[in-house]
């Protein structure tokens, strides 16, 4: 029997098998490129979102003639009578958040009537979720339930501003508050305050929720204080909105590691981004120059923190032997390129970076 010459033959199973075995291979090939490919407009977003919030910062000190404080603390030397309303929460207006702004009563605590319903209502804040940030969801609840300041839902951040090279943003000595947010009693900081440069000196940066879960972007009152009725710590936890380079970039915890709430770091391969003062977006590796403290009573070996507040050998504070952070040439030894870049003051050269 003769075949048609129209007729066609069909495929054999090895052949659609080989041809099935192709196509796995080239989706394979092509999955880690649509990734990267996603991850990159990620952080382009991520970089964008960081732009706008130092348009914000210097449109708010265009207005005002200084940045914002780090928070609102109103510290009378006994109790911070203050709103604890955060640097984020002055900014924006200058966020296009000025119906949010104005709803919100700066005579009362961030988290006490009105402002309570109102900021419980909200879904978010746009522009401060880096997209990298995927675990981080835009709101989030804070304190115990049981406790008179509980909030059930908070607008969260993947962004920290930064308090210096060390942790002490309220000292009124300039160059130990010597980052780009201070807070009550030091003074909000200035343009002209800034020594070192704007270019070289950091104003806020990442903060991944796989190092640490916290972060609100309005501020963060104490679970019971009031305005009414203050205490020492009513305009409370600061590190929740805020940041040192008193330790390393860290993406990754590492074994042991704690104080996660005070790290600068990113879901980002590789380092973090970080907007300088002077409204550039920088990507800083995470092997950037950090002297690692060797004060004998510390833990910084594990920890990677740098020169720590203590009057101890090889600290920093006023009465270290030989030296502190008040001594240019001391500091020079214990404080690396990434903790100068904190520091708007400290005299020190940075370089490239």
């Known amino acids: 029997m003769k075949l048609n010459p129209l007729q066609r033959r069909g495929f054999t199973l090895i052949e659609l098998l080989v041809v099935i075995a192709i196509i796995a291979i080239l989706i394979a090939l092509l999955l880690p490129a649509v990734q990267q490919a996603r991850e990159a407009a990620r ?3 991520c970089k964008n979102n960081l732009k706008q919030l130092g348009l914000a910062l210097h449109n708010y000190h265009e207005t005002y003639g200084s940045f914002p404080p780090a928070q609102i603390r109103g510290w009378n030397g006994t109790n911070e009578t203050g709103n604890a309303a955060s640097w984020g929460a002055m900014i924006l207006p200058y966020m296009d958040q000025a119906p949010l702004y104005n709803q919100l009563n700066f005579n009362i605590g961030i988290f006490e009537g009105t ?10 804040i746009p522009g401060v979720l880096c997209p990298s940030d995927t675990d981080r969801a835009p709101t989030r609840n804070v304190h115990g339930a049981t406790t008179p300041n509980y909030m059930s839902s908070i607008p969260s951040t993947s962004y920290a501003g930064s308090a210096g090279g ?10 130990v508050s010597g980052g780009f947010f201070t807070m009550d009693p030091a003074r909000p900081s200035k343009i002209a305050s800034f020594k070192d440069g704007t270019s070289n000196t950091i104003a806020v940066g990442e903060r991944s929720y796989q ?3 916290g972060g609100s972007w309005l501020g963060l009152q104490h679970s019971t204080y009031t305005t009414s009725s203050p205490g020492n710590d009513t305009a409370c936890c600061w590190d929740w909105f805020m940041a040192a380079g008193l330790y390393p970039i860290t993406n990754e915890l590492k074994p042991g590691m704690t104080s996660q709430n005070w790290r600068f770091g990113s879901p980002h391969t590789g380092g973090a981004q970080f907007l300088m003062a002077d409204g550039a977006v920088r990507f800083i590796s995470e092997n950037i120059q950090h002297v690692v403290s060797t004060r004998s009573a510390s833990t910084c070996a594990v920890q990677g923190c740098g020169c720590e507040w203590s009057n101890d050998a090889n600290a920093c504070a006023t009465g270290v032997p030989g030296g502190g952070w008040n001594d240019k040439a001391y500091l020079a030894n214990h404080f690396g390129v990434y903790q100068r870049l904190h520091h708007r003051n400290d005299g020190l050269t940075v370089g490239e970076f």
């Open 211 to 213: 190092v640490w879960t």
């Open 43 to 45: 952080r382009t977003q």
């Open 166 to 175: 060390f942790q002490n943003a309220d000292s009124t000595t300039a160059i």
């Open 115 to 124: 402002n309570k319903t109102i900021i419980q209502g909200l879904s978010g």
